[in-house]
C-alpha cells in the first residue's frame, strides 16, 4: 500500500458556538477517494472547507507528506481544486472567459476543459443564460484544465444529468490514475470506484 500524502487527525469544527464534529481522522495516499456522507447539516461541507484552509479547525492537523499542510496556505491552496456549493461564475462574462480566468491562475488549455464537459458548443454565451446544470459543469470544467493533488467537491453532481454525471467519471479517473486525491461530499452515487466512506 502507498504511504500517506494527505492526512487528517482529529479535526474537531465549531460552527456558532455549536460542536459540528470531533475526532476525525483520516488517511489518503495518491489515487485515492473519500466519500463524505451524512444527514444534512452533519458537517461536511464544513469538513472540506477545513481541509481547503479555508475555515480553521478547532482542534486537530492537517499533514501533506508528514508535515504541517497548512504551514504555507498559499502553497495548500495551489495543491487542491476546491469546488464550493456555489459555481463561481460572473454572470456577465462567456463560459469561455469564465474558465479563461481559472486558467490563467492554474494554467490548462480552455477548448480541452470546455469539451471535457460537452460545453464547447456554449463556449460563447454568458454564464447568466445557463441553466444550472450548464453551470455546474462549467464549475466543474476547472477540474480539466491542469493537473493538482488534491480535489476538494462539494455536491459536484448536484443538477447533472446522467449523461453529465458519466462524463465526469473519466476525469475522476484521469485524475486518481497520475496520483490525484478526491474527498467528496455527496447524497448521490459518484462515479468514483473504490472509494472509501467517512460518514459524519
Ligand atoms: N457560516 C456559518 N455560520 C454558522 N453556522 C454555520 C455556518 N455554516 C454552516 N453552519 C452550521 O454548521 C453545521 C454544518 O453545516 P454544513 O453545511 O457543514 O453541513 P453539511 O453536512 O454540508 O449539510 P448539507 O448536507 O445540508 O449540505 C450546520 O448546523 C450549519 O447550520
Known amino acids: 500500500m502507498e504511504a500517506a500524502l494527505f492526512t487528517a487527525q482529529d479535526l474537531a469544527c465549531w460552527r456558532a458556538e455549536r460542536l459540528v464534529f470531533a475526532e476525525i481522522s483520516f488517511t489518503l495516499a495518491p489515487g485515492e477517494a473519500l466519500l463524505l456522507t ?5 458537517g461536511k461541507s464544513s469538513l472540506l472547507r477545513v481541509l481547503a484552509g479555508l475555515l ?3 482542534e486537530g492537523k492537517l499533514l501533506w507528506n508528514n508535515e504541517d499542510a497548512l504551514a504555507d496556505r498559499v502553497t495548500h491552496g495551489a495543491r487542491l481544486r476546491y469546488l464550493g456549493h456555489q459555481d463561481a461564475l460572473k454572470p456577465a462574462l462567456s463560459a469561455a472567459e469564465n474558465l479563461g480566468f481559472y486558467a490563467r491562475l492554474h494554467g490548462g488549455d480552455v477548448p480541452a476543459a470546455l469539451e471535457a464537459l460537452d460545453l464547447l458548443p456554449l463556449a460563447d454565451l454568458p454564464a447568466r443564460v445557463l441553466s444550472s446544470g450548464q453551470k455546474r459543469r462549467l464549475a466543474l470544467a476547472r477540474l480539466a484544465l491542469a493537473p493538482c493533488g488534491l480535489w476538494l467537491l462539494d455536491e459536484p453532481t448536484v443538477g447533472l444529468d446522467t449523461a453529465s454525471v458519466a462524463r465526469l467519471g473519466p476525469l475522476l ?5 497520475r496520483g490525484g486525491m478526491v474527498i467528496a461530499a455527496t447524497h448521490l452515487p459518484l462515479p468514483l ?3 472509501r466512506e467517512l460518514r459524519l
Open 38 to 42: 451524512g444527514a444534512n447539516g452533519a
Open 56 to 58: 480553521p479547525a478547532a
Open 173 to 177: 479517473a484521469a485524475h486518481r490514475a
Open 193 to 195: 470506484p473504490d472509494a
